[in-house]
């Protein structure tokens, strides 16, 4: 069983950075493909970013594409989203996600909620414009 624990939400102003991290338990991390999500109130959970077990290969959805980054830290267990330039319009509780290990990582198959197997509970990122 795999344990997620996401931190680093806040509130912060339009234009400002902020970092998420997702702290995994387990000994799967290191081969394990994650992603992160986000929900908006009242709208659905919607795909953020993914990135491969290796860290080598990274999807994004085109509303973040060069403001936010993902990236994973194997040895300590943890992945990041780096964000920048936020928007009011990025408010959401931000959701860290795990598969299980090797599966087969398409930019399609990652931006799909049923692709995940494991998830965290949420962190709060409210942007003031």
């Known amino acids: 069983q795999v344990q997620l624990v996401e931190s680093g939400g806040g509130l912060v102003q339009a234009g400002t950075s902020l970092t998420l991290s997702c702290a995994a338990s387990?000994?799967?991390?290191?081969?394990?493909?994650m992603g992160w999500f986000r929900q908006a109130p009242g709208k659905e959970r919607e795909f953020v970013a993914a990135?491969?077990?290796?860290?080598?290969?990274?999807y994004y959805t085109d509303s973040v594409k060069g403001r936010f980054t993902i990236s994973r830290d194997n040895a300590k267990n943890i992945l990041y989203l780096q964000m920048n330039s936020l928007e009011p319009e990025d408010t959401a509780v931000y959701y860290c996600a795990a598969a299980k290990p090797y599966k087969t990582f398409t930019q399609l198959g990652t931006r799909g909620r049923t692709y995940y197997d494991y998830w965290g509970q949420g962190t709060q990122v409210t942007v003031s414009s």
């Open positions: 990135i491969s077990w290796s860290g080598t290969i990274t």
């Open positions: 387990g000994r799967t991390f290191s081969t394990s493909p």
